[in-house]
């Protein structure tokens, strides 16, 4: 099955999911049936769901649910349901834009999200000159999908959710032609995989025709990534704030960005004296959640750089569901935060932009206070290394689930580590694998059976794993896990090289010797005797290898020679990097790396450079 029926069939279930708890039970499965116009009794109800349920849980986990659907024969029943999804969630369905793919092809969209993230990028990007061309977007429209097209606003998308990701020197902005779209556009997507995007199925010529779900599905990773980037405890203490008694600071940093959200409603639900939410779809249908939610969050007028803003509750007594979501929106709007949701999107509980409009809500007004509590450890709440984020943002680009947020508590079950395993190509056998819930009783151990598994694999996959156990993978033990993870990556690198060359094995000193036979046969006077070469941290060196792949390509008036100080030389990084993504290279080393040559990182750059130079024509 590909990878893109997956992810349908993900969306699919969750749209099933009626209470979004990860199952889909007899209520949820009987609701489905009556909206197909299928209604069943109740006891084929439970006939079906003793068929589905495999583990005899009486519920249907995403699991078990996938099993079923890929032997599903009834192709009729199958669209049936779509159909039905489609109905209710309001998304639009479209053939395939090119001629190979419109023969037999449907795919569908969100006019929501299409809503959503338009008005989002023209508010992102209201007086970004570059864009001056196709802003403001009109929502009610499909110019987003056509606004994309030349790369330059996902470009600029990029950079908002991680800043300094793209040299703005490597975007081409004027005269642009086929060609310099095309760069742009190969900037943009393996920029978007280098911050952590999925996006093993997407093409630059995919965003050139401006597919819909796929443009769609690019844009909400990269905004959300923009809007998760400060819901973690290292880059805002005062979350600290939301420690429930008993718990630890290591029990906070284990959350999800989604789950810290949900908690933090929650904390200032509780101060408003209002039930707690357990979700940001049908708990919020009613809108008295956020009423409540917003008038904790505003402005007091105790800063001096915010002048008190006082929330009219009086919408709260609507009779009307949709008169209520806009009377709360209304209020969101004097805080500047009436984004992503319209009053439907409430009522309707679309959890995707809700999360994205609480998101918002809490970047601009989090209303938390750091506890001052001198039994609280802050030592432990240094933020990841670069070569952590580096780590952690390649395994979410290969479309890993669940995504990676912590990478060690995270990489505790294993779970992510063996499907890298089959990225490399090492068979998993899924039947000797734990998958969640996992019971309060014996859980760990299901764990750390899978964490032996997994170092097991790496031995017979002849990695070095001297002294690690699968007790340090399931300890979280950062030293041993990331001397895992990075024989991973390694591997899938050179597994890569290895396609391009027919078979043939690779090794440093393979990648070494081609990057100074392509730069002798270019004229270049660089070279690197091995990838802990002190020159390499200038620059020059890579920036000469791009030069050779793609002859003129490289604007040598903007690159620093002589004595570089340490700023001259991360100039010349970050240009490098942006540059080698630009001519079709997926680099996910950081320009530090460069600068203080980093050899695993750097052998990183110069084996994907390899790869787009065994590309060439």
């Known amino acids: 099955m590909l990878q893109e029926d997956i992810d349908e069939l993900e969306e699919f279930f969750a749209s099933a999911d009626l209470d979004n708890d990860g199952y889909i039970c007899e209520t949820e499965l009987d609701e489905l049936l009556d909206k197909v116009e299928l209604p069943t009794p109740k006891y084929k109800l439970r006939t079906m769901l003793m068929e589905l349920d495999t583990n005899k849980d009486k519920k249907i986990s995403y699991e078990e649910f996938l099993k079923i659907v890929t032997k599903l024969k009834d192709c009729q029943v199958a669209k049936s349901f779509r159909q039905a999804i489609n109905k209710r969630e309001g998304i639009c369905a479209t053939g395939g834009t090119s001629e190979l793919s419109s023969e037999g092809t449907q795919h569908s969209f969100s006019e929501e999200e299409r809503f959503a993230f338009a008005n989002w990028i023209n508010t992102a990007l209201e007086k970004d000159p570059d864009c001056q061309h196709v802003l403001p977007l009109n929502p009610n429209t499909n110019c987003l999908f056509k606004a994309v097209c030349d790369g330059i606003v996902l470009c600029k998308m990029i950079n908002l959710s991680v800043p300094d990701t793209i040299d703005e020197r490597t975007i081409n902005k004027k005269k642009l032609t086929p060609f310099t779209i095309q760069e742009n556009l190969n900037l943009a997507l393996n920029s978007a995989s280098a911050i952590g995007c999925h996006v093993v199925n997407i093409g630059a010529l995919d965003l050139k025709e401006g597919k819909p779900h796929l443009v769609l599905g690019l844009l909400w990773q990269i905004i959300k990534i923009g809007l ?196 490399i190509k090492v068979a998993v056998n899924w039947e000797k694998v734990n998958r969640p819930p996992y019971p309060r009783l014996g859980g760990n151990m299901k764990k750390l059976e899978n964490c032996n598994y997994a170092v097991r694999l790496g031995k017979d996959t002849k990695f070095s794993l001297v002294g690690i156990a699968g007790s340090d993978l399931n300890d979280g033990n950062s030293v041993l896990t990331l001397a895992l993870v990075w024989q991973l990556m390694r591997r899938f690198t050179l597994n890569v090289l290895a396609e391009l060359g027919d078979g043939e094995k690779v090794n440093d000193d393979t990648i070494v010797n081609w990057v100074n036979t392509t730069l002798a046969e270019a004229g270049k006077s660089t070279k690197i005797a091995s990838f802990k070469d002190k020159s390499i941290s200038s620059s020059l060196a890579v920036l000469d290898v791009i030069d050779a792949i793609q002859k003129n390509s490289i604007n040598y008036e903007v690159v620093k020679t002589g004595c570089l100080s340490k700023e001259d030389k991360l100039e010349n990084a970050k240009y490098a990097i942006s540059m080698a993504r630009k001519i079709g290279a997926r680099v996910y080393a950081l320009p530090e790396d460069l600068v203080e040559v980093k050899p695993k990182m750097v052998m990183t750059v110069f084996a994907c450079l390899m790869g787009r130079g065994m590309k060439r024509v």
């Open 228 to 423: 998760f980037a400060d819901i973690e405890l290292s880059r805002n203490d005062a979350l600290i704030a939301l420690l429930r008694d008993g718990e630890t600071l290591e029990d906070l940093m284990k959350l999800s960005p989604e789950e810290l959200l949900l908690r933090w409603a929650n904390f200032h639900l509780e101060n408003a004296g209002h039930k707690k939410i357990c979700n940001f779809s049908s708990d919020i249908k009613d809108s008295r959640a956020y009423f409540h939610l917003l008038d904790q969050i505003s402005p007091k007028g105790t800063e001096d750089d915010q002048p008190c803003i006082n929330i009219n509750m009086s919408g709260i007594n609507e009779k009307d569901d949709v008169m209520r979501a806009e009377a709360m929106l209304q209020q969101a709007d004097r805080l500047g935060c009436r984004q992503f949701v319209t009053p439907c999107d409430i009522v309707s509980g679309n959890s995707k932009l809700n999360l994205a409009f609480v998101a918002n809500l809490f970047n601009k007004y989090p209303a938390l206070t750091k506890p001052d509590d001198h039994e609280i450890d802050l030592g432990g709440l240094e933020g990841e290394t670069r070569e952590e984020r580096t780590f952690r943002n390649w395994m979410n680009s290969l479309g890993v689930n669940p995504t990676v947020h912590h990478l060690y508590s995270d990489l505790q079950d294993a779970l992510v580590l063996l499907q890298l395993y089959e990225k």
